[in-house]
């Protein structure tokens, strides 16, 4: 929806991140090798500007220009080099869909309805705390380029579960890796390190896989039904 219409978007924000700075945004390029090591990841965020840096009187400047390398070399404008505060505040100018700082942060979703706000972290807790699953999602993807990333992630604004990875529908995709999580959720139930009900938080997104229709498209049939196009009864049915 954009000024109470449609669109043609089904999330807005991600199209809305396809016009952002494409060095800081979208794929993390070494994370698709492998072998990516921490260095890999360093030698990647080296070679992208600094945006802005802090000083000790509080004050923030605008970055000169070239890579944080480059600020390495040859300092900062009143000649002293980058410090650890300078490269923790670089890191946290670098929006991709995971971002490395003191932890690795999944960001590349946009959040459910708030009664299935637990269906996000439900699915990389399933896919990633638990060793098998995370191979299999793996071994699932990683014959997939970045090419072809960046193409499905052009198209998915628009034709959302009917967009094609390469050669793999989406939909098949995510209905194999919420099979995934599931298994990995129901062993770290049976090892005693989540209660019963956890694995219940992805019965949304299976529902999404199973049917096609979004949040976003439950969304506009609900705006144009019960909603009745009115901003006041949306922002109603949407309170927490």
């Known amino acids: 929806m954009l000024e109470g219409r449609p669109c043609g978007l089904l999330p807005h924000r991600g199209w809305a991140w396809l016009r952002t700075d494409p060095l800081r945004t979208g794929l993390l390029p070494p994370a698709l090798r492998a072998d990516v090591s921490a260095g890999d990841l360093v030698d990647w965020a080296l070679g992208i500007p600094l945006i802005h840096y802090r000083t000790a009187d509080g004050r923030y400047h605008r970055a000169p220009g070239g890579t944080f390398a480059d600020l390495l070399r040859?300092?900062?404008?009143?000649?002293?080099?980058?410090?650890a505060a300078h490269w923790s505040a670089h890191l946290s100018q670098l929006w991709t869909d995971t971002r490395v700082r003191r932890t690795l942060e999944p960001r590349g979703a946009d959040g459910p309805p708030a009664p299935h706000l637990a269906?996000?972290?439900?699915?990389?807790?399933?896919l990633t705390y638990h060793p098998e699953s995370c191979r299999a999602a793996w071994e699932s993807t990683r014959h997939h380029t970045a090419e072809e990333h960046r193409a499905a992630r052009t198209e998915l604004p628009a034709r959302g579960p009917d967009t094609r990875l390469g050669d793999t529908p989406v939909r098949a995709l995510a209905a194999e890796l919420l099979r995934l999580a599931r298994a990995g959720l129901e062993a770290r139930v049976a090892a005693g390190l989540e209660p019963p009900h956890v694995p219940a938080h992805l019965d949304p997104l299976d529902e999404i896989a199973a049917t096609g229709r979004t949040s976003a498209h439950q969304c506009l049939t609900r705006w144009h039904g019960d909603l009745r196009a009115d901003p006041a009864r949306y922002v109603a049915a949407h309170r927490i």
């Open 74 to 83: 040859g300092g900062l404008p009143d000649g002293t080099g980058p410090t």
């Open 119 to 126: 269906a996000l972290p439900a699915l990389w807790t399933g």
